[in-house]
């Protein structure tokens, strides 16, 4: 079964860093995009950084500067590292990635199971 394994997190002070982890378990025939949102209590899901397959990035304005999402297509692994975090950072952070489990099918969504991001003022 194809999962996606979070690892990181934890509670900071404002101001501080945390990095997250993911990483694709199971067997599949390749990685499309993979990215990571966050989910405030009492607010939607919304998409914070995406990290392309060529490599190249896109960021909320909210955490533009601040974030940065990179991946490792060869391991595939995906980090998110958190600097100069706000308390308005905080949530579940979730990573997604879109893949092809098998090279007859079509592309599909996964998602990790979220890890919990503190920041205390």
């Known amino acids: 079964q194809v999962q996606l394994v979070e690892s990181g997190g934890g509670s900071v002070q404002a101001g501080g860093s945390l990095r997250l982890s993911c990483a694709v378990s199971?067997?599949?025939?390749?990685?499309?995009?993979m990215t990571w949102h966050r989910q405030a209590p009492g607010k939607p899901r919304e998409l914070v950084a995406t990290?392309?397959?060529?490599?190249?990035?896109n960021y909320a304005e909210s955490v533009k500067d601040r974030f940065t999402c990179s991946r490792d297509n060869a391991k595939r692994t995906m980090q998110l590292q958190m600097n100069s975090l706000k308390p308005e950072d905080t949530g579940v952070y979730y990573c997604?990635?879109?893949?092809?489990?098998?090279?007859?099918?079509?592309?599909?969504?996964?998602w990790g199971r979220g890890a919990q991001v503190t920041v205390s003022s």
């Open positions: 997604k990635a879109d893949i092809i489990e098998k090279v007859v099918l079509p592309a599909s969504s996964i």
């Open positions: 199971g067997s599949i025939f390749s990685i499309r995009d």
């Open positions: 990290c392309f397959k060529d490599g190249s990035t």
